[in-house]
């Protein structure tokens, strides 16, 4: 393992021989593109402004990306390039957890295939489609071992445990469909309590309560506005045009902005708490509510203001 650590330490070396003040800046705007923020804010618009069903999934199996990638950090603890048994000069930003897999690399895989699965357009304009979807994890993955905060094979590994989500979930999607819409509502509820409840059991960081506790409202929240209140992602009837995207804009805005608002006012409330023996479960339930938020709030709110409709 030394020798392949010293060889990837050697390619950040040889990559960073080329840096220089505006080629970091771009490569940090693009290592933010892979970062949960990023994906948070995808999910919030696919699920607010494209079609909730699809926000469901692709908040759902990208936040089960990140749950896996952050337990295999946990128990793998590898060493960054940046470490102090390697090469401290080379870390041009900081990162607190392990380097394998890339977390970067990973989710940017799994979320952007998912994205790409739902295209209807022709095979020509999918196959360019693809190869963009593949230059951005490239780009992505590029951008970690320039920075020097992963080795190459950080990356690698990343791709490789993305391409073993995306065949899971391609392969059980629809049976997995069909036993949650056999289950009702209830069902539906137990089967996100259950899934939060395995995701919590391990969690030597407060980091891996994240995932579990946005799964848990995701889902949750998701049964809820599909049973009480039917919102619907597409555009109220007659609104079309500009007026379409305006409506869609607000929607938006709207939503992210409360977002922002629970994360600030949580944030010093959990921050209060930091050493307190609740500090766990009211970060868990912070997230929770992040996720309710998205999932249900949102959409409720929508509707009573007339921004959308029902399914």
């Known amino acids: ?42 999910v919030c618009y696919v699920y607010w402004c494209v079609d909730e069903k699809k926000g469901l999934h692709l908040g759902l199996i990208t936040l089960i990306s990140i749950w896996i990638n952050l337990s295999l950090k946990w128990a793998l603890d590898q060493p960054r390039p940046f470490f102090p048994a390697y090469d401290p000069s080379v870390g041009m930003i900081s990162e607190r957890l392990g380097g394998f897999p890339s977390g970067h690399a990973q989710n940017a895989l799994v979320a952007l295939i998912i994205i790409l699965s739902w295209l209807t357009c022709s095979w020509s304009a999918k196959k360019w489609a693809y190869i963009a979807a593949a230059f951005v994890c490239l780009l992505i993955g590029f951008s970690r071992v320039y920075l020097g905060v992963h080795f190459p094979t950080d990356v690698i590994g990343g791709w490789l445990i993305g391409g073993i989500i995306l065949a899971a979930y391609f392969l059980t999607r629809k049976r997995v469909e069909a036993l949650l819409a056999k289950g009702g509502f209830r069902g539906g509820i137990y089967a996100c309590a259950a899934l939060a409840f395995v995701m919590i059991l391990y969690r030597p960081s407060v980091e891996l309560l994240i995932p579990g506790g946005m799964i848990l409202g995701l889902g949750a929240g998701y049964t809820i506005c599909k049973k009480y209140y039917n919102f619907s992602a597409s555009a109220p009837g007659g609104r079309t ?26 944030e010093k409330i959990t921050g209060a708490m930091h050493r307190s023996g609740n500090y766990q479960l009211v970060t868990f339930l912070r997230f929770v509510l992040f996720a309710l938020w998205i999932s249900a709030g949102a959409p409720w709110l929508f509707r009573f203001l007339r921004l959308a409709e029902r399914a």
Do not use: H, K
């Not at 938006?252 to 006012?265: C, I, K, P």
């Open 241 to 266: 045009g500009i007026y379409r995207w305006l409506t869609l804009l607000v929607r938006f805005l709207l939503g992210a902005t409360v977002l922002a608002l629970l994360y600030v006012v949580t």
């Open 1 to 42: 393992m030394e020798p392949l650590l010293q060889w990837g330490l050697d390619c950040v070396r040889l990559i960073q021989g080329w840096a220089n003040p505006p080629l970091t800046v771009f490569m940090q705007i693009i290592t933010a593109l892979g970062s949960t923020a990023a994906y948070i804010a995808i």
